[in-house]
């Protein structure tokens, strides 16, 4: 859609999906491929190594950046990704939120250590229960970021969090897609099989010295690292891969959901698309 929506506007794609800035994660975060990237412009996928140093204000300078420059050539640039962190940055910015307590983070590390991540997600529920219900609850990076903020500041992390957006110097017009439940469930289905026919196993086996990195703390990577350590079955694997990315989903269902800004359309044409914003895009 992202693809079509650029060809008809004469523009290019800044991707906006977190795991794909990783150029060593091709088949588990669905890479375009070559002929998509040959068919518009892209910006920000497969520009850094699983090794490099990054994180969501880095992405926020660097689209900005990018963005002014982009604009100099064209009057409307496609955002397209379902990073929710990262889209935000690029809308509102980066909230302004307490420095890390290095000895609080060291003992939530111990809490979970102690007694595993449930403990972190319990002590969430307590202290932030709308944060809760969208926070990856098996990322331990982001629990114990959130568990920081609250517990330093005595706010909850989502007060934190919601406040008024930095002015931006463009308009910003918000597109969302949606399906019917069974048919997104099949669409996960059939992805996950041929990510697997295209050789996930044989990519996740040539990441395993690097498996401690967060860039592969992912739905897809995770599960399949499980199954090379002998843990659990390829059909148990791919029936988790299913499982865990349809439940990701929901969560970011969830968190679009939250915005009014956003547009929805469920199996619409580009064309009908294009309609809806072309007014916008016509009158600045």
Known sequence: MAIELA?????EILSADSRQFFRELIIGAAMPSAEELSAV????????????????????????????????????LLLVGGSGLYIDAVCNGIDVLPDPDPNLRLSLKALMAAEGI????????????EYYKVVDLKNPTR??????????SGQTYTSLRI???NPRPFRIIKIGLDLPKAELMERI?????????????????????YRQLNALNTV???????????????????????????????RQLTWFRRDPEIKWFSKSPASEIMNEIQPFINHP
């Open 7 to 11: 060809s008809m506007l004469g523009t």
């Open 41 to 76: 412009p892209h910006h920000f996928i497969g520009h850094l190594s699983i090794q490099d140093p990054y994180n969501v204000s880095a992405f926020e300078q660097e689209a900005l950046s990018r963005i002014e420059k982009l604009h100099e050539r064209h009057n409307t």
């Open 118 to 129: 449930t403990a972190l997600q319990e002590k969430l529920l307590m202290l932030d229960p």
């Open 143 to 152: 629990l114990i970021r959130a568990l920081e903020v609250c517990i330093t």
């Open 163 to 165: 406040r008024k957006q």
């Open 189 to 209: 289905r059939q992805r996950t099989l041929a990510m697997l026919e295209c050789g996930l196993e044989e990519e996740c086996r040539s990441l395993l010295p």
């Open 220 to 250: 897809g990577y995770k599960e399949m690292f499980s199954y090379l350590d002998g843990a659990i079955t390829l059909e148990e694997a791919t029936e988790k891969i299913i499982v865990n990315t349809w439940r990701y989903a929901k």
